[in-house]
Structures are given as C-alpha cells and as structure tokens.
C-alpha cells in the first residue's frame, strides 16, 4: 500500500509524526509537503494528495490541516475521493467499512499526536465491508457522475 501525505502550516507538526509513524511502521509513502511553518493555503495540498489517489498512483492519502475540515471539503470535490474527517478510532475503522474512505483527514489542532497515530493505524489496516455497503458507495459515485447532468 502506498500512502500520499500532506499537510498546510497548521497541520505541519501532525504530518511529521505521521510521516514518521510511517516511516517506522515500513509503509511506502510520499510526502507532499508543506515542509515548513510558514503560512500556505490548504487546498493546494489537499489537491495534491487528492490527484495523487485519484490518479491510481497512490492507494490512500493523509491530509493534516487545523481541524481537518478545510483539507476534507478541499479533496472531496475531486472525483473518485472519498475524504473522512475522523477523530476517534471507531470513525475512522467505519471510514473504511462501510464508506470505502481513500482520504483520511486530521486536525493538528484538534487532537494530540497519540491518538492521530492510533487512528492512522486503525483505519490503514481496516478494510472495505462491500455487500450492502457497495450499493450505497455506487450512489455516492452516481452523484457525482450525474450532477451537473440534472
Ligand atoms: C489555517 O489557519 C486553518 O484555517 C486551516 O489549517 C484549517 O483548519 C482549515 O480548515
């Protein structure tokens, strides 16, 4: 499994713990930065990580900003991304059974790097439910196809 990183200024400090449970835990990554504390505007990172799975290259992206919420709204609107604010390791195990989550995105200043490190685990190793979760998933998918069809 190949994982794309990223993160803005606020979520910088969080990336690099990420990075380095990765990097101990031997998980192929990339990190597509920032690589500073210097202020920068998420969505550019959020993009990157989203074009990066949705492109095949990458199997999951890990976006960090403040709370989480402008890099999730940022790399949903990237067809074929399925972003998860998760907090708590039950959301983030749900993420993927029943959503199919390819992006899991965290909020540096939201919660410590204990727990983000708990919740990377839990929801990397979690798999995909499919049956009666597929279907709902497929419409998800639809949505997006559809939408500006009428
Ligand atoms: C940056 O100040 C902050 O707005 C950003 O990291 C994020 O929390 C936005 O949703």
Redesign the pocket.
Known sequence: MRVAVAA?H??YRLKEEIVDFLRQAGIPHKDFGTHSLESVD?PDFALAVARAVQSGEFDRGIIV???G??VSISANKVPGIRAALCHDTFSARASREHNDANVLTL?ERVIGPGLARDIVATWLKAEFQGGRHTRRVQKIADIEANFNIG
């Open positions: 803005d606020a979520g998420y900003c403040g709370t919420i402008g909020g």
